[in-house]
């Protein structure tokens, strides 16, 4: 061993380990590490003194041989990392590839820029040594570029895209066979000297493209992103829309018998009235609720409720709106009609009704547009003439 061996040893074993235990680093910032590190930590060690021993091996140094054993400790480290989830820029291989290809480019500069071939280049264990370890430090640079771009990494991952980079898979899988057959090539015909000019261009290539994929999958994250934004957006609009359709329809609505509402009817009103449209109001009162509930339950009466309201729907026009207003008050809203028409046609509905299968009574009063200008004055004259019909019709029935 040369007496700049142990300086040589120290620069791998610290550029290596940097390398990777800056990886492992970045791994536990994605949020992607479940194992201990403990554990990793050791495996780690391992692999480095593996590296170490092939590296500066006495015997002949094999490129494929030391190529293939950093491809073994690094699928090594990433079964035993356990990763929850990867990214496409994170994956083992992508690594192997990146620090492969920079090497067999340095190795193939020093080889032309010495005039050496690289049997005399590989043969060198500073020109091995130095060659490794800044493709070691190339790696490191990379994922300290990398730590930039975190958020879109995350993006990445939340979003479910990996599936989506399954082309990229098959290129870098594609890349190692090629990679591994460069390096039978240098250990097959290491003094041959286009080999280092076909290395360096091939490889200069190969990094190229693998970068082009890269950028391409970081545009396709921001876009990708975007898209998921505006997805998040219009999905929470609809369900704004949804939680607000169905607040009016609650507002709008007895939840009981499906009229309107008080809220609706004095609107509707008021409505009209801006308008200065003709229309009558009918007020009524259903008859007989109070003994039902007395004498059969309020689930009864909620059923003599829906019953007047059915028929009633059975009877008016599609423009016509019947409001609850009460326990047993509705209102009627008729466009068109004067009070003379509303109380014809109350005549008419209330023998139809009260004829019915389902005898249902009810007393009502009428009053229209012309002689009122406010929602309040309308329904209380309206009222009035409820009652005064409702003491008519029981002063008629007592005296019967």
Known sequence: MSDTAPTLILLFVVCNLAENLYHLYFLSRMDTLTTR??????????????????????HYFSLSLFYGLIFVCQFAQSMVCRLSRTTPFETFIVRFVQMVAVHLCLISIFALHSDRSLDEILSMQ????????????FGLLVKLLNRLFLPQYRSILDHGQ??????????????????????ILCDLDPTHLLIPAFLLGSNLLLIFLLVGY???????????????????????????????????????????????????????????L?????????????DRLKHINDTHGHQQGDHYLCSFVDQMHHHIRPSDALARIGGDEFVLILPGCDRVMADQRMEEIGREIEQGEEALLFSFGTSDSTEARDVHTLLECADQRMYTRKKERK?????A
Request: aromatic residues 16%.
């Open 274 to 286: 801006e308008r200065h449209t003709l229309f009558a109001v009918v007020y009524f009162d259903l």
């Open 162 to 183: 990996i599936k989506d980079f399954r082309f990229f898979k098959h290129f870098t899988i594609l890349s190692v066979i090629y990679l591994f057959a460069q390096s």
């Open 214 to 272: 890269l950028v391409n999958i970081y545009y396709i994250s921001l876009t990708s992103d975007a898209e998921h934004s505006n997805s998040e957006l219009s999905r929470s609009l609809a369900q704004a829309d949804s939680r607000l359709r169905i607040l009016r329809h609650s507002t709008y609505h007895d939840e009981l018998t499906g009229a309107f509402s008080r809220v609706y009817a004095f609107q509707y009103i008021g409505t009209l």
């Open 395 to 399: 002063g008629r029935s007592d005296h």
């Open 126 to 137: 500073t020109s091995r040594v130095f060659s490794i370890c800044i493709a070691l430090g």
């Open 37 to 58: 590190p403990l554990s990793l930590i050791l495996i780690q060690f391992l692999s480095v003194a593996a590296q170490t021993f092939l590296l500066f091996s006495p």
